[in-house]
């Protein structure tokens, strides 16, 4: 049995303070529901949220995290620093990251690693550009993601990992894949599990939906049954919008 799972993703959003402010209405709001939910926040709040959160079943996770254990790596986190504060996830291979800084399926996969040694939770995101979907390279794509992601991964670990469809079109552009979209390829994620790995253990695995998640449409896409959840953006700022989604 797969339990929904609804994850926040701050990106570069809330000081400490007003981290505060959405932890105050949202502790209140979250209690009786049993959807499991998260909030990934920067790393400057996740000491707070962690403490904020105890006792409440609400999960803290990072954003990015650095794949080697310490060393002469300005700027950089370690798994060791998140695991000490207490954080349960960690999102990795954001397609902003990607974009942005660099990240590859390579470092994806040693990240994954390393986050599964310390005992947290990896939330792998995969999803293909416009181009790839309206080329219909978008399958191929999404499972070299999935292969060179989840390299030498143990099948036992496989259920420990998140995996989060974000199709960057529908990231921040209010444009988000149909039902039927999303369940499509959360079906072809799941099915590439179960190629790579075996049946029972791809089962296990929460695929989540990402891209333009908002109260409106969380019905319909929770609905779906490949999808077990969603990594959610702009609609995780306010506490309201966030436990309207995790109340689909
Ligand atoms: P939006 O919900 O703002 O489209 O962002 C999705 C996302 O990137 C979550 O990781």
């Known amino acids: 049995m797969r339990i929904p799972f609804i994850a926040g993703n701050w990106k570069m959003y809330k000081t400490q303070a007003e981290a505060e402010a959405f932890a105050n209405e949202f502790v209140k709001l979250y209690s009786g529901t049993d959807v499991r939910a998260a909030i990934c926040a920067p790393f400057t709040d996740l000491r707070y949220l962690v403490d904020a959160f105890r006792g409440t079943g609400i999960g803290v996770g990072a954003q990015n995290v650095h794949y080697e254990d310490e060393g002469a790596f300005t700027g950089e986190i370690s798994a060791d620093m998140l695991s000490e504060i207490g954080v349960d996830f960690c999102i990795v291979g954001h397609s902003e990251r990607r974009q942005y800084f660099a990240e590859t399926?390579?470092?994806?996969?040693?990240?994954?690693?390393?986050?599964?040694?310390?005992?947290?939770?990896?939330?792998?995101?995969?999803?293909e550009s416009l181009e790839q979907r309206d080329s219909g390279e978008l399958y191929d794509f999404v499972r070299t993601q999935l292969e060179e992601g989840l390299a030498g991964v143990e099948k036992d670990d496989l259920p420990k990992i998140v995996i989060a469809y974000e199709p960057i079109w529908a990231i921040g552009t209010g444009r988000t894949a149909t039902p039927e979209q999303a369940e499509d390829m959360c079906a072809f994620i799941r099915n590439t599990l179960i190629e790579i790995y075996d049946e029972e253990s791809a089962d296990e695995v929460i695929i989540q939906y990402g891209g333009s998640v908002k109260p409106a449409n969380a019905t319909e896409i929770m609905n779906q049954v490949e999808i077990d959840g969603a990594l959610v953006g702009g609609a995780s700022l306010k506490a309201e919008d966030f436990m309207a989604i995790i109340d689909f």
């Open 105 to 127: 399926n390579e470092t994806v996969n040693l990240k994954v690693k390393k986050l599964l040694e310390k005992g947290i939770a990896p939330i792998m995101c995969v999803g």
